[in-house]
């Protein structure tokens, strides 16, 4: 555990003076762990100036990242069955360790793996310019449910989109995005804008020249047939009201994905899927059709 600091401070708030905390936490009652509850809303967080992050994949996305720690809380069984994890953590990380019973009171799930960390939230994207090309931006209508938005976030990140547009809806730094991205939100620009402001933001994009996709049940284009390796800017609605009107309006291509009328709609998740990937297929099979171009394998094989 070279890259920690054990944090074994004494505290005025729940030691008597003159005496220091003990290094595995016992006690449920023990302010660190009100702290760490506070993160699970959105109020404690903007407090704080903190998110709070579940789970052993998302401590090594942190590390992939390089981003900085303040905390990690983490029981003794974890701390010893992942010492070189902890070993590539920055010198600045504060660790603490606690039973389980405190660490599932602290998070947010009911069977947390053994650690969770806490961490500054990335600073918000910087919109592209316009006259920026090639660009693929995401752009998010009051999307609500955590688990849709953080598996969005992921698929965008495997499809190559350059920057994610919110506009309101779920947070995209709650522990549950989080972990249903598998720390995508942490990677991915993300712009979080009120409605209006994003209704704005999408029109000046097609006005500098940008093809603002959307979908609909009646298009009579499926979304393979338009060409997705110019700028594109792709709109996916909330999961009960869809896309907005003036957001709709300002689409100027209208694709369907078709499928079986068993059905009558797509998860706004799963529908995002093949849209967000056509894009990253067009790109492979334009470069396998230049010169000295081949298909890449794992591409072949999968379609």
């Known amino acids: ?12 708030e729940n030691s008597s003076e003159g005496s220091a905390e003990p290094l595995v936490l016992t006690s449920r009652r023990n302010p660190l762990v009100a702290r760490l509850r506070d993160l699970h809303t959105p109020g404690g ?10 789970g052993t994949h998302l401590v090594q996305e942190v590390v992939r990242l390089r981003l900085q720690p303040e905390l990690l809380l983490a029981t003794p069984a974890w701390c010893a069955g992942h010492r070189d994890l902890l070993a590539c953590l920055p010198a600045a990380t504060k660790l603490r360790q606690a039973t389980a019973a405190v660490l599932e009171t602290a998070a947010s799930t009911r069977h947390p793996d053994g650690v969770l960390l806490t961490l500054a939230p990335p600073g918000p994207a910087t919109p592209h310019s316009c006259s920026e090309a090639p660009a693929f931006v995401l752009a998010l209508d009051c999307l609500q449910d955590p688990g849709n938005l953080g598996t ?33 939100a942490l990677e991915l620009p993300l712009l979080r804008l009120s409605s209006e402001a994003l209704v704005n933001r999408v029109d000046q994009a097609r006005q500098g020249g940008w093809q603002i996709v959307a979908t609909a049940a009646t298009a009579p284009r499926p979304y393979w047939q338009i060409d997705w390796c110019q700028p594109t800017l792709l709109l996916l609605g909330n999961e009960g009201a869809g896309l907005a009107a003036p957001l709709l309006a300002l689409a100027d291509q209208r694709v369907s994905i078709p499928h079986s009328q068993a059905v009558e709609s797509l998860n706004v998740a799963v ?33």
């Open 45 to 54: 967080r903007s407090r704080q100036g903190l998110l709070l992050l579940e």
């Open 271 to 303: 529908a995002a899927a093949p849209l967000l990937l056509e894009r990253w297929r067009q790109t492979l099979c334009a470069e396998s059709r230049s010169p000295g171009g081949t298909m890449p394998a794992s591409f072949a094989t999968s379609r």
């Open 152 to 184: 969005l976030l992921r698929t965008a990140l495997a499809a190559g989109v350059q920057q994610v547009w919110l506009g309101e809806g779920a947070d995209p730094h709650s522990p549950k995005v989080l972990r249903a991205s598998a720390g995508a």
């Open 1 to 12: 555990m070279s890259g920690t600091t054990i944090f074994s401070e004494a505290s005025s």
